[in-house]
């Protein structure tokens, strides 16, 4: 260690090392990498830290939390891998066929005028969706969704093809759908979760995005391959919680971005299938 690290760098560091930890730190570094796994330690440090009970963090329990967290992002990392071949048979977008939300269950609040265009209204739907009761936000919601979806069918506007290829995108629009979320989540010290920290998500998160940012031919404006694939979008977003919270949020706004992007058209799913295919309880 350096003389000028930081107190939670020392930290960090000792329980990587420490012999009641190291195999689960080094077996979570395999699987997430070095600085995931650091930031792992890090979002530790911070819970414990905050709550002014640092000291009662022995490495033991530190050990316990990192298989915690290895065992969730493995089996998020291989749901991952479902909904991908999911998507690619067009289960996914059959599965959203089957399980629509009727409209006059969401759609509750029009705010267009007549004459307005198949985008317009799709947008106006899918607004009215993502808020629910808020209406207060959906004059919001509508602007962050125009500006992601380009008038011309086609087009790819400024995100790139789908939700572009890496997650900055729909960073920025969770930043602005959930303002001032926590800077971190860490769940194990209430029990054990069958989700990763936010240091384990947002390496899934990248790893999301790197399955599809390889994709050089994408469906045509209209096709109904884009039902699947924003519903793939949509449940991977929600299941690994790629955020610290609004989760939920962000993965409506990337479905609505996505599949009206790729049709100008809108559709809801129910939310008892949405509650499936997130597989909150593993």
Known sequence: MSIFDSKRTKWCKSMSTH????????????????????????????????????????????????????ENVAAKRQYLGEL???????????????????????????????????????????????????????????DILASHVPVRGGDHGKLGAALGPTPAGIAKVHKKVVPG???????????????????????LLDELFNLTAGTSVWPAFGDAHWDGIAMFYLSSLVTIQAFSDGNKRAGHMAYAIVLIKGSHAFKAPTGAIENTLFKMKG
């Open 19 to 70: 012999v009641d930890a190291r195999n689960e730190y080094n077996q979570l570094s395999a699987s997430i990498g070095p600085k995931g796994a650091m930031a792992f330690l890090g979002i530790v440090h911070d819970h414990y830290e905050k709550n002014k009970n640092l000291a009662s963090m022995k490495a033991d329990l530190v050990s316990i939390y990192t298989l915690f967290e290895r």
């Open 84 to 142: 991908v071949t999911k998507s690619s048979s067009g289960e996914l977008g059959t599965t959203l066929a089957s399980n629509l939300r009727p409209e006059v269950e969401y759609y509750k609040t029009p705010g267009v005028a007549r004459g307005a265009t198949p985008r317009e209204v799709a947008i106006d739907k899918a607004a009215n969706w993502v808020c629910g009761d808020y209406v207060a936000g959906i004059a919001s919601v509508k």
């Open 181 to 203: 979320a926590p800077a971190y989540r860490f769940g194990y010290a209430g029990g054990r979760v069958k989700y990763p920290t936010t240091a384990g998500a947002g390496v």
